[in-house]
């Protein structure tokens, strides 16, 4: 009866805390809770992580009180912070599932879940930054495993059955994880290992300092002889490498690219091609990419639609069996400015989340940090979404947050739609 009483207030709390955000902390398989949207990054030194832990709590995600270590290959920890429904001793889902599928080291996958839809991406044996999330609204977990698949070279695709997805199957996940290795989530503060064993030798040593230094007052005479410290060494600091640039010093400037994109979909939509139908756009800072497929007709009717069109292409190719054929505009000279951040991670994602509310369309949403080679963490939020308008409206909201970038942007030229994605640096 109390582990029943306890379980409902926890999915209370959990129901509550997810009233004000887009994801969930964690779900409940058979009885057993596991932990969710954790934040992964890398480890360098598996043999003492609790340093790069502690410092990650501090630097990279303010107020982590708890973590994981994901062992193998590529050795990782995750952070989370207790106060958005997070616990000690839970254990963590995304590492039972990567022991689940030991031989596969990259996989695409979104299970469906009591509490929501838990979306899972591992390349190369690393959990991305946003590749742990359980979203809470479906069309978010279906636009963000959607945008993935472009990437080729997946071991496994999961997705629910019902999303009718192509090249993907569904597993069962209470199967998955009955028998995988579990990991817990740790309190990040706690003595252990190392720390732990260096305290109890600490006081040894003074303990047996103490002993010593009475014992030789009491059986000496005469005066006692004063303690001198040892001088320490000055250590000579190495000269300090130049300071590195910042990435948003050479931000390419989104307003130009949501331009060319959609002056560039608008070229290729309109030329003619009889018997061919055009498929999805996708245009980047480098290049608009699309493709024709073979209704009826032949090769040489494209072929000759393409030369004829008043569009000059960077390049064409054809598929081996000549029904499809796949071609590209390069995109003009992007301009390139220093665009610096505003606004600090909470805060920045506060404000997406009340203009996300005040126009009524969703975000996906997930903080994310990369490390540059010396070793600087920069912090910034992913944001992506579909929608009816086209780039120059968004381009007149989002442009306003400085630091932001453009990852990508797709077009379905059956649906109407318009897919963005990018991410707006932060303090």
């Given at each position: 009866?109390?582990?029943?009483?306890?379980?409902?207030s926890?999915?209370?709390?959990?129901?509550?805390?997810?009233e004000?955000?887009?994801?969930?902390?964690?779900?409940?398989l058979?009885?057993?809770?596991?932990?969710?949207?954790?934040f992964?990054q890398?480890?360098?030194?598996?043999?003492?992580?609790?340093?790069?832990?502690?410092?990650?709590?501090?630097?990279v995600?303010?107020?982590?009180?708890?973590?994981?270590?994901?062992?193998?290959?590529?050795?990782?920890?995750g952070l989370?912070?207790?106060?958005?429904?997070?616990?000690?001793?839970?254990?963590?889902?995304?590492?039972?599932?990567?022991?689940?599928?030991?031989y596969?080291?990259?996989?695409?996958a979104?299970?469906?879940?009591?509490?929501?839809w838990?979306?899972?991406?591992?390349?190369?044996?690393?959990?991305?930054?946003?590749?742990?999330?359980?979203?809470?609204?479906?069309?978010?977990?279906?636009?963000?495993f959607?945008s993935?698949?472009?990437?080729?070279?997946?071991?496994?695709k999961?997705?629910?059955?019902?999303w009718?997805?192509?090249d993907?199957?569904?597993?069962?996940?209470?199967?998955?994880?009955?028998n995988?290795?579990?990991?817990?989530?740790?309190?990040?503060?706690?003595?252990?290992?190392?720390?732990l064993?260096?305290?109890?030798?600490?006081?040894?040593?003074l303990?047996?300092?103490?002993?010593s230094?009475?014992?030789?007052?009491?059986?000496?005479?005469?005066?006692?002889?004063?303690?001198?410290a040892?001088?320490?060494?000055?250590?000579?600091?190495?000269?300090?490498?130049?300071?590195?640039?910042?990435?948003?010093?050479?931000?390419?400037?989104?307003?130009?690219?949501?331009?060319?994109?959609?002056?560039?979909?608008?070229?290729?939509?309109?030329?003619?091609?009889?018997?061919?139908?055009?498929?999805?756009?996708?245009?980047?800072?480098k290049?608009?990419?699309?493709?024709?497929?073979?209704?009826?007709?032949?090769?040489?009717?494209?072929?000759?639609?393409?030369?004829n069109?008043?569009?000059?292409?960077a390049?064409?190719?054809?598929s081996?069996?000549?029904?499809?054929v796949?071609?590209?505009?390069?995109?003009?000279?992007?301009?390139?400015?220093?665009?610096p951040?505003?606004?600090?991670?909470g805060?920045?994602?506060?404000?997406?989340?009340?203009?996300s509310?005040?126009?009524?369309?969703?975000?996906?949403?997930?903080?994310?940090?990369?490390?540059?080679?010396?070793?600087?963490?920069?912090?910034?939020?992913?944001?992506?979404?579909s929608?009816?308008?086209?780039?120059?409206?968004?381009?007149?909201?989002?442009?306003?947050?400085?630091?932001?970038?453009?990852?990508?942007?797709?077009?379905?030229v059956?649906?109407?739609t318009?897919?963005?994605?990018?991410?707006?640096?932060a303090?």
């Amino acid at each position: 009866m109390s582990e029943n009483n306890d379980q409902t207030s926890e999915e209370f709390n959990e129901a509550t805390l997810n009233e004000n955000r887009s994801w969930g902390s964690g779900f409940r398989l058979n009885g057993t809770r596991y932990a969710t949207s954790l934040f992964w990054q890398p480890l360098r030194n598996s043999d003492d992580p609790y340093t790069e832990v502690e410092e990650a709590s501090t630097n990279v995600l303010e107020g982590a009180d708890l973590f994981a270590i994901k062992k193998g290959k590529s050795p990782q920890f995750g952070l989370c912070v207790s106060s958005q429904g997070y616990k000690s001793g839970t254990y963590v889902a995304a590492v039972s599932l990567i022991s689940a599928l030991p031989y596969v080291s990259s996989f695409l996958a979104v299970f469906k879940v009591k509490e929501g839809w838990w979306y899972v991406c591992v390349r190369n044996d690393v959990i991305l930054s946003d590749g742990d999330m359980l979203f809470l609204n479906e069309e978010d977990a279906k636009a963000q495993f959607s945008s993935m698949l472009v990437v080729p070279d997946w071991g496994y695709k999961i997705a629910p059955a019902e999303w009718n997805i192509a090249d993907t199957r569904e597993e069962n996940l209470a199967t998955l994880l009955e028998n995988a290795s579990k990991e817990s989530l740790q309190k990040i503060h706690a003595l252990r290992g190392g720390k732990l064993l260096a305290v109890i030798i600490a006081g040894c040593l003074l303990g047996a300092w103490l002993i010593s230094t009475l014992y030789s007052l009491i059986t000496r005479s005469g005066a006692v002889k004063p303690i001198t410290a040892p001088i320490a060494i000055k250590k000579v600091e190495p000269n300090a490498p130049p300071p590195e640039p910042k990435p948003w010093e050479s931000i390419e400037d989104p307003s130009e690219i949501f331009e060319y994109c959609l002056s560039g979909v608008q070229d290729l939509i309109n030329v003619p091609t009889p018997g061919w139908v055009i498929g999805g756009i996708t245009c980047s800072s480098k290049a608009i990419v699309t493709s024709w497929h073979k209704q009826v007709g032949r090769l040489i009717w494209i072929d000759k639609a393409l030369k004829n069109a008043d569009v000059t292409f960077a390049s064409r190719s054809i598929s081996p069996n000549g029904n499809e054929v796949m071609a590209s505009l390069a995109m003009p000279k992007i301009t390139v400015k220093n665009s610096p951040p505003t606004y600090i991670l909470g805060d920045l994602i506060n404000t997406l989340n009340d203009l996300s509310q005040s126009i009524q369309m969703p975000f996906g949403i997930s903080p994310q940090t990369t490390t540059s080679p010396q070793q600087n963490v920069y912090k910034s939020v992913k944001i992506s979404f579909s929608s009816k308008h086209d780039p120059l409206v968004w381009r007149d909201i989002l442009t306003k947050f400085s630091g932001f970038t453009i990852n990508v942007i797709k077009y379905d030229v059956h649906a109407n739609t318009w897919y963005y994605e990018g991410a707006i640096y932060a303090l």
